[in-house]
Structures are given as C-alpha cells and as structure tokens.
C-alpha cells in the first residue's frame, strides 16, 4: 500500500516559496555556481578527501606519541611503569596509546591523561598479575584518579577508563597516580 500526500492552495504556495528559498541559500553560500548538483558533490568529495586526510594525521600522531612515551617508562621496583599527559585527538586514540604501551614488557602499568575535545579523559592498563597482587586494580585505580577531573569511570582489573568535566584537574590526576604507584609498590 502506497501513501500520497499532496499539498495545495496556500500550503502549497508556501512549500515552492520555502524550496526556492532554500535554494537560494545554497546558491548564495556557494558562491552563484551555474551548477548546483556539482557544485554540492564536489564539496562532498573535498570533505571525503580532507577527512582521510585528517585521519592519517591523527594516526601519525598516535604512533609519534606511542614512540616518544615508551622513551619515559621507567622501571620500579621490576615494574615498566608510564605515568603522562598526553596531547591527543580522541579518547580512541587515547585507548589505542594505552594498549600500544602494553607492549614495553611484564609486568606493566601505563596511566595517561588527556584532554580530548574539551573534556578531560583517563586510560589505566596493568599487567594481569600486578591487578591480582596489587591493593588496586585498573578499575579501583580510574575511580580514584576520576575525582579530581570531577568524573567516573569504570573497566576490567587490567584496563579502565574515565571521563569528566574538569580539565583543569588533570594535572592533579598525574600526581595523584604517582602517588597509588607508591602505594601499591609498598604494598609488594
């Protein structure tokens, strides 16, 4: 069964007015093209083209961060241990330095921070041992750390994240997160 709408009389006069309107518009923000449909899909395609271009800049940086942060793990007390601030471009991004670091040897624990798009973010990674002998896990360790970036979070025991609306509190997450490494170093 087929459905047909029709518009006439005044509602009709209005919806024409208000397509032509809207063309206008188009025609005014392109700049007057004599070609409307083309004009639109080559915008559509230089979008496309920027896009890629985009994401291969954020995938250069991702790598260039991931290089540059297994140059600081330092190793405590026999543990590959990153604690950092870090510049990235989305929380994914973020997660995919975090799991990158799991690589710099056993055990491990990897917290970063970042500001992503305005909002503050944190990603906690550790070894599974570590999160069975430790006072705190991955997912103890973000909630802690989510205070002072006024957040939550949550995860397994070897891989948590949080977010928040404090960015202003990252700093104090960073020290804060020295601070339980000490902690739970003592504790071995």
């Known amino acids: ?15 024409v007015q208000a397509r032509f309107s809207l063309l206008s518009s188009l025609q005014e923000l392109l700049k007057q093209p004599k070609d409307l ?8 395609k230089d979008k496309a083209t920027l896009s890629k271009a985009v994401a291969a800049y954020e995938a250069q940086q991702v790598q260039e961060t991931i290089a540059h942060l297994k140059n600081n793990v330092q190793t405590r007390n ?33 917290i970063l921070a970042a500001e992503v798009q305005g909002k503050p973010h944190i ?3 550790l070894a599974e041992d570590l999160a069975n002998t430790w006072p705190h896990n991955a997912q103890s360790i973000v909630k802690e750390l989510a205070k002072p970036i006024k957040g939550g979070g949550g995860g397994s025991a070897t891989f948590a994240t ?14 804060l997160a020295e601070r339980m490494l000490q902690e739970c170093n003592h504790a071995l």
């Open 37 to 44: 449909t083309k004009a639109v899909q080559q915008l559509l």
């Open 162 to 175: 949080a977010g928040g609306e404090d960015v202003a509190g990252l700093g104090e997450v960073c020290a």
């Open 78 to 110: 026999g543990i590959q241990t990153l604690v950092a601030q870090v510049t990235l471009p989305q929380a994914a991004a973020l997660k995919q330095v975090a799991l990158a670091l799991q690589q710099v040897g056993a055990p491990y624990v990897v």
């Open 123 to 125: 990603v906690v990674t």
């Open 1 to 15: 069964m087929r459905r047909i709408e029709a518009v006439t009389a005044v509602a009709a006069e209005r919806f």
